[in-house]
């Protein structure tokens, strides 16, 4: 007979909580995960998965009789005793991490437990141990996640490695924790849970600098006439420095590197240190967004009155997600400039059309380009690269293409009869169709 495997908690059934979830579900381990919205509770309960993950709903639906969602803390304390908190902690007005969903879940807790707290959500520096102040009998164990969205359930059961953070006193669930990863392979590194708290910040504080600084350099690569791509390339090719993140375009967005940045800028701030190098990360960042505008405006003029097709919303492809999506910035920059804004998004069409206001909302690629003066390919979902341009150009009043992500081929661009403009490449002027 086989052993019966640990059952595991989950507090907060978002991107990162579902997809432990459904994950620790699949390894073989009953898990129980607790929500606080009835409706989200209730659809998960159905199989019903909300938001865009490849193969997320394929492996919720194949574990469903392992898992038990519900809003009752009760029900997970007296299931469970490994708690994995994967709540949101969205940045406040001030920059900091909003720590009001993790304190709320603390609360619930009782004096005397004899449960793990295993955090998940990206937490600042010194939370572990102030909630181990509050909560003195309860076992702490950070446990940052790095998941991507688009790609997380692969990054989850095949991760560059996990971060067991625990203190004295807890080693022992740290073990339990460790245990629950061993069958992924990582490798898996145990710290102090304060290292473990500065691993994630500093992570993905390290990716979104690589990022400004790529797009710098592309600023740079305008100006004096070289290729971003081409340099990237050859800085990556040492072995130092590496290929990835090295990809120019109009900034990084998302749920987790624009609040994570800040979060980690504001606790050196709070600790008397000017964390000078990330306040230009994120300046160049908001910058990099609208650039677009001015590339737009060096084709078109005035942008009053012309209308600018979007293509793709979504702060990256093969997500819904819409948290600090460049194209949030930018489609109110345009507008703000008097330009009629039309979008169209695969799979973000709704989240995006509440944020979006008085953009209109196309059904496809092509209704988009219609009648446009331009467009400007903000996420690089793969059907914009399959798109007949030969046909949009027809469709467009001006064949102009700003590529936001240096994704499109300039020039199969070109050939098609667009002006085409990425970031940090040289503009491709359209090509007379060669002769058969
Ligand atoms: N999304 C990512 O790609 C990603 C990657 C790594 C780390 N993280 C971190 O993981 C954490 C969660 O992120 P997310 O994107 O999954 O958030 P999310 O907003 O998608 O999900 C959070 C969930 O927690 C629920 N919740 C809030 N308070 C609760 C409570 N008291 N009890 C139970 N449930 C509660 C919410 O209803 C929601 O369903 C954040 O700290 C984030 O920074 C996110």
């Known amino acids: 007979m086989s052993e019966q495997k640990e059952t595991v908690g989950v507090i907060g059934v978002g991107w990162v909580g579902l997809v432990t979830a459904a994950c620790f579900a699949d390894l073989g381990h009953p898990v129980i995960a607790r929500d606080i919205l009835p409706d989200k509770v209730e659809a998960l309960s159905r199989g019903d998965v909300a938001i865009h993950e ?8 194949r574990n469903a009789g392992r898992i038990t969602f519900t809003t009752d803390m009760t029900e997970l304390l007296e299931g469970a005793r ?29 004096e005397d437990s004899e449960h793990v707290l295993i955090m998940k959500s990206t937490v ?14 309860l076992s702490y164990v950070s446990c940052p996640e790095f998941l991507k969205e ?3 359930v692969a990054d989850f059961m095949h991760p560059d490695r996990v971060v067991v953070g625990a203190d004295a006193g807890d080693e022992a669930a740290a073990d339990a924790v460790e245990a629950l990863y061993q069958p992924l392979g990582g490798q898996i590194l145990r710290t102090d849970v304060a290292s473990a708290e500065m691993i994630k910040l500093a992570s993905n504080a390290f990716l979104a600098t690589k990022i400004s600084f790529i797009n710098e350099i592309a600023n ?55 964390f000078q190098l990330l306040t230009a990360v994120i300046e160049v960042n908001e910058l990099q967004k609208r650039r677009v505008v001015g590339k737009l405006e060096k084709h078109l003029g005035s942008l009053i009155g012309k209308r600018i097709a979007l293509l793709g919303l979504a702060f990256k492809p093969d997500t819904d997600d819409m948290r600090e999506a460049s194209s949030l910035v930018l489609s109110a920059r345009l507008q703000g400039e008097g330009a009629e804004v039309v979008a169209y998004d695969p799979v973000a069409s709704d989240r995006a059309a509440d944020l979006l206001g008085s953009v209109e ?58 002006v085409y403009e990425g970031i940090g490449r040289t503009v491709n002027t359209p090509k007379p169709a060669a002769a058969s």
């Open 54 to 61: 490849p193969e997320l709903e394929d492996l919720v639906r």
């Open 82 to 110: 490994l708690l994995f908190v994967c709540v949101d902690t969205p940045p406040t007005y001030s920059g900091d991490a909003d720590l009001s969903r993790v304190r709320a879940v603390v609360q619930e807790l009782p």
């Open 150 to 152: 688009g790609t997380a």
């Open 124 to 137: 600042p520096a010194g939370t572990g141990e102030s909630i181990r102040r509050d909560k003195p009998d």
């Open 220 to 274: 740079v690569c305008e100006e004096v006439g070289a290729d971003v791509g081409q340099v990237a390339k050859g800085m990556g090719l040492d072995e130092r420095i590496g290929t990835a993140f090295l990809r120019a375009g109009i900034g990084y967005g998302g749920s987790c590197f624009p609040k994570d940045v800040s979060a980690l800028k504001m606790l050196a701030g709070n600790t008397g240190y000017h």
């Open 361 to 418: 909302m196309a059904t496809s690629a092509m209704e988009a380009l219609d009648a446009a003066d331009a467009a400007v390919l903000v996420t690089e979902w793969k059907e914009f690269a399959e798109l007949d341009w030969s046909a949009a150009g027809e469709r467009m009043t001006r064949p102009l293409v700003v590529d936001g992500r240096n994704f499109l081929d300039p020039e199969k661009l070109a050939s098609a009869g667009f």
